[in-house]
Structure formats: C-alpha cells, structure tokens
C-alpha cells in the first residue's frame, strides 16, 4: 500500500530555512508527482508547488517563487521541500501529497502525515 | 489566481440528512475540481476527483456534480463518521488552490 512518512516537527528561528522530507513506498516512486500543501492553524489548505520525481522538473506557486526548492533522491524514493526566509506566518503543518493519476497532475491522492514547522524567535 | 468559494463555511446536520457543499471558481476549470474531507489533526482524504470521480473505498453517499463554474458536493444519508471539514480544490492551472472549507457539525 501506498505510504507517505515525512520528517519530525521543527523549530526555527525567523529568517532560517527547513528542509522537509517525505518518504514514499508501496509503489514506483517515479511514476507519480509528488505536491507540497501547508495549512497554518486553523486555517485552510495552501498549494505551494510540485516536483515530477522522474525528471525533477518542478512547478511552484508564485507566492514561494524564490523560496522554496523541491528536489527528490530517487535512489532512497524520497522528495523534499526546503523553505527558506522563514517567517513567523509559515508556522504551519506542511504536508507532501501523491498525485492520484500516474504522470499527469490531477488530484492530491495520498497524504504523508504532516510536519509541523513553528517559526519563533 | 482561480478563486474556490465555498458555501455554507459551517452548516449543523442530523444523521440521515442529506447535505449539499457548494462550491463556485471564478473563472472555468473544465472538471478540474476535486473534493477532500479532513477531520481534526489529520491530513485531508481525497473523496471525489475530476467532478464526480468516487475514490476507492470511499461511500457511495458521497457525489459529485457540476453546472458551469458550480459544483457540488453531496452526501445522502449522512453519518457519524461524516462530521469533517470538507475542502473543493481546482487543479485547473498553476497555483492549484482550495476553498476556504465547510465544516459540518453535529446538529
């Protein structure tokens, strides 16, 4: 079965950068784009981009242009998100997401489990 | 960037009843709408793709439908284990962006 294990909750101060990780297994990690989705407390759910882990081209929503980069280690079917310039309204739980359909970008079908990022000086 | 507005941001329901989650983008998206169910402390579940595309394992009380830019989400018969926050989402074009959600509660 399809399983998504990300990194622990962090702490950073204002102006650090994190650095996400998001464990696949249970299918072939190439075969899906992996998606980046943070919700801050309370608050809704926010696309912040996606990576294609075969070729590692990636799309990131203009808000995070220039501060996030996803990049992917196919060799241990991983992805990361490093989100740098931190600031107090990126605390949030950020999520990586498996794409439902192979090869296209169509839904956000399995979910890793979140990681809390708490940005406080 | 697309808009999602969702109506009602909350509504109150009794187990049984049938309910309806709307939802309307700004500009078209073909059927490029999903629907997500998130309950407290967890990650979101995908309940319904591309309109009305019903994931594996997810009840047949749950629907989709579209008129233009309206969609809907609708659940017949609702259940205890239905009392959520539910999210639409357009994957239409880059940013993909959700719907501020509605939370249904027990009435």
């Known amino acids: 079965q399809v399983q998504l294990v990300q990194s622990g909750a962090e702490v950073k101060k204002p102006g650090a950068s994190v650095k996400v990780s998001c464990k696949a297994s249970?299918?072939?990690?190439?075969?899906?784009?992996f998606h980046w989705v943070r919700q801050a407390p309370g608050q809704g759910l926010e696309w912040m981009g996606w990576?294609?882990?075969?070729?590692?081209?990636?799309s990131i929503a203009q808000k995070f242009q220039g501060r996030v980069t996803l990049t992917r280690a196919t060799s241990i079917n991983t992805v990361y998100m490093e989100l740098s310039g931190l600031r107090s309204d990126d605390s949030a739980v950020y999520f990586c997401?498996?794409?439902?359909?192979?090869?296209?970008?169509?839904?956000?079908?399995?979910w890793g489990q979140g990681t809390l990022i708490t940005v406080t000086s | 960037d697309i808009q999602m507005t969702q109506s009602p941001t909350s509504l109150s329901a009794s187990v049984g009843d049938r309910v309806t989650i709307a939802c309307r983008a700004n500009?078209?998206?073909?059927?490029?709408l999903n629907w997500y169910q998130q309950k407290s402390g967890k990650a979101p579940r995908l309940l319904i793709s591309?309109?009305?595309t019903l994931q594996g394992g997810v009840p047949s009380r749950f629907s989709g439908r579209a008129s233009g830019s309206d969609f809907s989400l609708i659940i017949t018969g609702l259940q205890l284990d239905d009392f959520a926050t539910y999210f639409c989402?357009?994957?239409?074009?880059?940013?993909?962006?959700f719907g501020q959600g509605t939370r249904v509660e027990i009435k």
């Open positions: 989402q357009q994957s239409y074009g880059p940013p993909w962006t």
């Open positions: 500009q078209t998206i073909s059927t490029f």
């Open positions: 591309e309109v009305s």
């Open positions: 249970g299918y072939a990690f190439t075969g899906y784009y």
């Open positions: 990576i294609d882990p075969n070729l590692g081209g990636t």
């Open positions: 997401a498996r794409d439902s359909e192979s090869v296209v970008v169509t839904a956000l079908g399995h």
